[in-house]
């Protein structure tokens, strides 16, 4: 379990079940601009309850720690420039670097991402609830920034399992799409089915009317001498047709049997 | 023909209909005649098929369209419709040997899933009337037989085509 992110409004039930809840009261309260919420959980030099200061020292230390070491760990898988600047805006830098991490720990080769797979895969759960915590070094003018940051990872986090990998909006979109996709391909396919029953049962009907014809036909001629016929011998001509149809259909009737039977008639 | 019409018409109307099928059109690969919505693999339709064309007139004549309407990809039809083959001035009760060919014969080799590829018949107001297009791909059908004055289809007639591996679609049972 990664430590928990400190609450926005200062009660210390800070509960491991209360995640969600702790994270949908920092997503509103990074949504407001002026919440002494807000800055209490994201300044670090907040002055407006010390008790709330007091609790996220200790807390920010340990994150910070691991944060040091995950960071360590992408500096080790990409070729990212160490983050040297100093100041607020080192901390804003890493939250960037933390984005392009997490964004490109998916985007990554499954040929290089064997052996950095494993290092990163744990890791994310854990910078989620460092991007809430992290907000505490940084100062109320970069409030705007982290605020676009921090945003999307906790509402997309409550869309998904926090077992699962966090993802930002690409990854959703892209399972979406892929949702679509398979489901205009069922579609199709349910489509060239139904139009090959119909063609099936369309056929069966043909023959079995021309086979009626025929049979009709086979009796006249058989009983009289028909003048439309030519030379050579109707009876057997018609019959002969008569043979094949009757073939055809049977095919016909066996295909449609199995058809219906897969639509489950 | 009420059966046989709304077949195609939930296949392939949206794209190439209305339809106003009165001519028989028969087509032939390899002496198989070609059914609606059957499986042809590109192994199947590498020369050009045998077209008979119905009428009783040879006074009329049409001109023959086959187009693909999932190229390259059914998810992803980007070069919808691709034509194939075009033959103009095609007397009725003849078939395709007497007609002029505008387009050769391009045999299908679909590389991602299930194709649709359909054969249509427009009747000509005269003979010599119709002019090859431009290119291939992104063809349009219907603009095409409003150019000409072709008017809406009398045959139409298509098949389901895939690659020669393909597994996809209709299960066999025996």
């Known amino acids: 379990m990664w430590p928990t992110s400190p609450a926005a409004d200062g009660n210390t039930n800070t509960n491991t079940n209360t995640n969600t809840k702790t994270r949908a009261r920092l997503s509103s309260s990074s949504s407001s601009s002026s919440s002494l919420s807000t800055s209490s959980s994201f300044s670090r030099s907040s002055s407006s309850s010390s008790s709330v200061a007091v609790l996220q020292t200790p807390k920010r230390k340990t994150m910070e720690e691991v944060w040091k070491d995950m960071n360590l760990a992408t500096l080790a898988n990409e070729s990212q420039p160490p983050a040297a600047v100093s100041g607020d805006t080192r901390h804003f830098f890493r939250g960037m670097i933390l984005q392009d991490f997490l964004a490109s720990a998916f985007k990554s080769p499954p040929s290089s991402a064997v052996s950095s797979e494993k290092p990163q895969l744990p890791l994310p759960p854990t910078a989620l609830s460092l991007t809430s915590g992290l907000c505490g070094p940084f100062g109320p003018s970069n409030l705007p920034h982290h605020t676009a940051a921090s945003s999307p990872f906790s509402l997309s986090t409550k869309k998904q399992n926090l077992e699962d990998a966090p993802s930002c909006n690409a990854e959703s979109d892209r399972h979406h799409k892929r949702m679509m996709k398979n489901r205009e391909s069922a579609a199709r396919s349910r489509a060239r089915k139904q139009a090959y029953t119909n063609e099936l049962e369309l056929e069966v009907a043909h023959r079995a009317e021309e086979n009626a014809k025929l049979k009709k036909q086979n009796e006249e001629s058989g009983n009289g001498c028909s003048d439309s016929q030519k030379g050579f011998s109707s009876e057997n001509f018609i019959s002969a047709i008569l043979k094949k149809n009757t073939a055809h259909l049977h095919m016909l009737v066996e295909s449609l049997d199995f058809q219906l039977r897969d639509l489950g008639f | ?174």
Do not use: K
Not at chain 2, 54 to 61: E, I, K, L, N, P
Not at chain 2, 78 to 84: G, K, S, V
Not at chain 2, 100 to 111: A, C, G, K, N, T
């Open chain 2, 1 to 174: 023909m009420s059966n046989e019409s709304s077949s195609l018409i939930s296949t392939i109307g949206d794209i190439l209909g209305p339809f106003n099928l009165s001519v028989p059109l028969r087509i032939t690969y390899n002496n198989r005649p070609v059914i609606n919505g059957c499986d042809l693999r590109p192994s199947a339709i590498l020369n050009r098929p045998m077209v008979e064309v119905g009428g009783d007139d040879f006074r009329v004549f049409y001109t023959l369209v086959m187009v693909n309407l999932d190229a390259p990809n059914p998810s992803n039809p980007t070069l919808r419709e691709y034509l194939h083959w075009m033959v103009t001035d095609i007397p009725a009760t003849t078939n395709v040997t007497f007609g002029r060919q505008l387009i050769s014969y391009e045999s299908p080799r679909p590389m991602m899933g299930i194709h649709r590829i359909v054969f249509m018949l427009f009747r000509q107001l005269g003979r010599n009337t119709v002019f090859e297009p431009d290119l291939r791909h992104n063809f349009s059908t219907r603009s095409f037989a409003q150019e000409y004055n072709l008017s809406l289809p009398v045959a139409a007639v298509y098949f389901n085509c895939q690659r020669e591996a393909g597994s996809g679609g209709r299960r066999f049972h025996n």
